[in-house]
């Protein structure tokens, strides 16, 4: 969960920054389209020397009728705009924030991690399908941790067997370790690696050995 210092503050990703000034810079353009459709009109009238002096008392008294009037409602248009801006980009950046969480943990190999948004919060589809590939990949990688715990208890019985002279066995494990490798080579093909390589083994279903070059990251295969 995000500290709560965190979560008083009004704008608390880039984000909201961002939308906040496209919104302001946005509504000042309007502003100036709007003054200028309303009040050059005007002043170029009031401007005309042949206008006779009461239709140019009536335009000034227009001017200043409009100016009276219509800077205090878009003050309060702006108001309500900003406040409407934030309350929104409220409910994707706290999405945003808490994705980013689940990506730090997911990296750290935490696989029991959920995201966990407000009912309000946008991008809730956007969440459940994460969740089902959290699901997904960490139950896949759970087998394979079984597989091995289960490949790591026989070889220590082979050990046994081998250091008892019991090569009947030592055989039996043996056999028993090359089908659990199966099994923990089989949970891993359902993985690829970013130069499309099965994270698994080779041709037969062996593992292979490490690769000399890092991959940063995997992507489930599509079935």
Not at 19 to 43: E, Q
Not at 126 to 139: F, H, K, R, S, T
Request: include cysteine.
């Amino acid at each position: 969960m995000p500290p709560k210092s965190q979560r008083r503050r009004i704008l608390v990703d880039e984000f909201q920054y961002r939308l906040l000034a496209f919104n302001v810079l946005y509504f000042f353009i309007l502003l100036v389209v709007m003054a200028a459709f309303l009040f050059v009109p005007l002043m170029i009238k009031l401007s005309s020397s042949t206008l006779p002096m009461a239709e140019r008392e009536e335009v000034a008294n227009l001017i200043l009728s409009l100016h009276a009037r219509l800077w205090p409602a878009l003050a309060v248009a702006f108001v309500l705009l900003a406040a409407h801006s934030v309350l929104v980009s409220h409910r994707i950046a706290g999405a945003l924030y808490r994705f980013k969480a689940v990506f730090r943990e997911l990296g750290q190999g935490n696989f029991a991690v959920r995201a966990n948004l407000r009912k309000r919060d946008y991008l809730l589809k956007e969440a459940a399908e994460l969740n089902a590939m959290i699901e997904a990949v960490g139950g896949r990688l759970g087998v394979a941790a079984d597989q091995c715990a289960h490949l790591e208890e026989r070889l220590n019985g082979a050990k046994t067997s081998a250091q008892q002279g019991d090569l009947d066995a030592c055989r039996r494990e043996l056999a028993a370790m090359t089908e659990s490798l199966g099994r923990v080579c089989a949970s891993l093909t359902l993985f690829t690696t970013v130069r499309g390589t099965p994270a698994g083994g080779g041709e037969n279903g062996a593992a292979s050995p490490a690769p000399s070059h890092r991959t940063d990251g995997v992507q489930g295969r599509r079935t």
